[in-house]
């Protein structure tokens, strides 16, 4: 019974992640007939919605917008490719440059938090690799069981970022980029559905994150609890 509550947690958690990379790369096959990159795209959209001070570059750090550089930034296959992936990521990443350039409060709000829980995951993971060494030097329980709750609770608090930022990548694919490519006619009727999933894919990139989180906190629990 164990095991298969064990097989259904990791299913749970590591399914949406695995879907998520499954779509992307399905559909990141080249288009012969496509007319531009994504990045070419990204700036075509940026320049068509007049928003002013925003760039597009390659970066090997991920798909993402920084609302701090003012930058699009997109992955090598995205911003050379010519394929239906690398339209709707392009155009999910002008969503977010879209979100800031009307002053969307959730992404303001993620751009506040984003540095802080980056701060609180780092320290977090330090005080759970720190735990068992503390733990065998001291030989108390308390110094192991504080740590290994500092850790916890920095999990926690990156899990509900991730969580919080749903409602922000939902909008960035549905709510921007998506009547972006309709009204402009980027993609053919019969590319919409396809369209349609890799923007979900990338509207649920970071539930997919909170749900690895999700795994670590029952794992550090787990280990507190038997001890």
Same mark, same amino acid.
Request: glycine letters at 8%; proline letters at 4%.
């Given at each position: 019974?164990?095991?298969?509550?064990?097989?259904?947690?990791?299913?749970?958690?590591?399914?949406?992640?695995?879907?998520?990379?499954?779509?992307?790369?399905?559909?990141?096959?080249?288009?012969?007939?496509?007319?531009?990159?994504?990045?070419?795209?990204?700036?075509?959209?940026?320049?068509?919605?007049?928003?002013?001070?925003?760039?597009?570059?390659?970066?090997?750090?991920?798909?993402?917008?920084?609302?701090?550089?003012?930058?699009?930034?997109?992955?090598?296959?995205?911003?050379?490719?010519?394929?239906?992936?690398?339209?709707?990521?392009?155009?999910?990443?002008?969503?977010?440059?879209?979100?800031?350039?009307?002053?969307?409060?959730?992404? +303001?709000?993620?751009?506040?938090? #984003?540095? @802080? %829980? /980056?701060?609180?995951?780092?320290?977090?993971? !330090? =005080?759970?690799? $720190?735990?068992?060494?503390?733990?065998?030097?001291?030989?108390?329980?308390?110094?192991?069981?504080?740590?290994?709750?500092?850790?916890?609770?920095?999990?926690?608090?990156?899990?509900?970022?991730?969580?919080?930022?749903?409602?922000?990548?939902?909008?960035?694919?549905?709510?921007?980029?998506?009547?972006?490519?309709?009204?402009?006619?980027?993609?053919?009727?019969?590319?919409?559905?396809?369209?349609?999933?890799?923007?979900?894919?990338? +509207?649920?990139?970071?539930?997919? #994150?909170? @749900? %690895? /989180?999700?795994?670590?906190?029952?794992?550090? !629990? =787990?280990?507190? $609890?038997?001890?």
């Amino acid at each position: 019974m164990w095991l298969i509550l064990i097989a259904l947690l990791l299913a749970l958690v590591f399914a949406p992640t695995l879907w998520v990379r499954w779509v992307m790369r399905a559909h990141s096959d080249e288009i012969s007939g496509m007319p531009g990159t994504g990045g070419e795209l990204a700036e075509h959209l940026l320049q068509k919605y007049d928003v002013k001070g925003v760039g597009v570059e390659l970066t090997e750090a991920g798909d993402h917008y920084d609302p701090g550089a003012k930058m699009v930034r997109l992955s090598e296959s995205n911003f050379k490719g010519k394929s239906l992936t690398a339209v709707a990521i392009a155009a999910h990443e002008v969503g977010h440059a879209l979100q800031d350039h009307l002053g969307d409060k959730h992404l +303001a709000a993620r751009t506040r938090l #984003a540095p @802080l %829980a /980056d701060r609180i995951a780092r320290i977090s993971s !330090a =005080a759970i690799w $720190l735990a068992p060494v503390l733990g065998l030097l001291t030989r108390h329980p308390i110094p192991f069981s504080g740590l290994i709750l500092i850790g916890m609770s920095g999990l926690v608090a990156r899990m509900l970022m991730h969580l919080v930022t749903l409602p922000t990548e939902w909008d960035a694919s549905f709510g921007k980029a998506l009547p972006a490519l309709q009204q402009g006619q980027y993609i053919a009727p019969g590319e919409e559905h396809t369209i349609r999933r890799i923007l979900r894919a990338a +509207a649920l990139t970071y539930f997919a #994150a909170a @749900l %690895a /989180d999700v795994l670590n906190l029952f794992r550090w !629990a =787990a280990l507190l $609890l038997r001890r």
